[in-house]
């Protein structure tokens, strides 16, 4: 059973564009996590963001959190094509251990 | 190591068979981690270890999957008498801060005949 769910499921932009990613989740954090994994590879970790932060940047990515909304969102800016991949977010409940991930979001980029 | 490792990296089996799928967390890394992912979806958990202690084994889909960290280190998977439906990626990740930001192996794609 999965908490996150994302929306959209697939998203198709132009490279140069943004690409946004929402994610939605049911239960209280520590934290959200966001990973991207490309067709027939592992998870790659892009960014954490803790329950006390609401916004945090790394490189061109810009991760939100609002947790009274219990949503998230990932923006890639000026995307590029070898930004094609799915991506998740991950929550970690307050127990810890086990991360619940979203069903994900899968995003083309084209040249 | 630089990174999680997972090996094999492929395992075709014949239904009925024993698989062990292996995993080297990240030197130092306290926190293991099994997950199972099936196609198009997000990674379930399976079970999750503290040094050789394994703190969690609810996300287990049946008494044929056994995990196990003798040495709080290196991680085996088993899974006894694969059925079609094992069929899935298997992933593993360490962790080793207070934040448990989990690092991912390339995983292993298991495929049951």
């Known amino acids: 059973s999965q908490q996150g769910e994302e929306d959209p499921q697939a998203l198709s932009i132009q490279e140069g564009e943004n690409a946004t990613m929402n994610c939605s989740y049911k239960t209280s954090i520590n934290n959200l996590q966001w990973y991207r994994q490309n067709s027939g590879r592992g998870l790659v970790h892009l960014i954490l963001i803790r329950s006390n932060e609401r916004e945090k940047h790394s490189g061109r990515l810009r991760v939100t959190l609002d947790t009274s909304k219990k949503s998230s969102s990932l923006l890639i800016t000026a995307s590029r094509a070898a930004d094609t991949a799915s991506y998740f977010c991950a929550t970690d409940p307050p127990q810890g251990g086990k991360l619940i991930f979203g069903q994900g979001t899968e995003l083309s980029v084209k040249p | 190591g630089a990174g999680v490792s997972q090996s094999p990296r492929y395992k075709v089996a014949k239904r009925g068979q024993d698989v062990a799928l292996r995993c080297d967390p990240i030197?130092?890394?306290?926190?293991l981690f099994w997950y199972q992912q099936a196609l198009g979806q997000g990674p379930e958990f399976l079970t999750y270890f503290q040094n050789e202690a394994q703190l969690d084994k609810s996300g287990l889909p049946s008494d044929r999957f056994f995990a196990e960290r003798p040495e709080g280190s290196v991680s085996t998977l088993k899974i006894q008498r694969t059925q079609q439906e094992d069929s899935a990626v298997y992933l593993c990740?360490?962790?080793?801060?207070?934040?448990?930001?989990?690092?991912f192996g390339p995983g292993t794609r298991l495929t049951v005949l």
């Open positions: 030197s130092g890394h306290v926190s």
């Open positions: 990740a360490s962790s080793g801060g207070q934040l448990n930001e989990q690092f």
